[in-house]
């Protein structure tokens, strides 16, 4: 099996970009109507002003499934998260909002691409989140 693929050889930026394309295609992933009213984290101060925020975030979320394997809710949110102004104060580090990478998640669920792994009590080896499933890993792949 090669290891190359596409997913590795294209710089990230440049990659999210082109699936993120390739997911305005995918009818399970559409925007809904109160993503332009909200935030993406406690920490910013505006609403997302980006018109192709979701489906850039989408493509975001699904190769860092691909790069790290199982990856849950709360680990995403760390990853998005960013520094908070606090005025006068230091600054610190604040977690992203859950709803919309939990409803970007669901729609991959939806579309085939990933499914849910519940722990196993008493294992550390498996841990709760979504994995990309085939179908989601010859689409990601298929990515040129």
Known sequence: MDKKNSVYEMS??????????????????????????????SSKERPIE???????RAA???????????????RLRTRYGSK???????ERFVKSGGKIIRTILQQADAAGFTETIKSIKGTKEKRPGRKLTAKGKSFLEEIK
């Open 12 to 41: 990230p930026q440049e990659y999210n970009l082109k699936l993120a394309e390739a997911l305005k295609n995918v009818p399970e992933f559409k925007a809904p109507e109160w993503v332009n009213f909200v935030k993406s984290s």
């Open 50 to 56: 980006d018109a192709d925020f979701w489906h850039k």
């Open 60 to 74: 975001s979320i699904l190769r860092q499934i691909y790069k790290n394997g199982i990856v849950g809710v709360s």
């Open 84 to 90: 908070m102004n606090r005025g006068v104060r230091p």
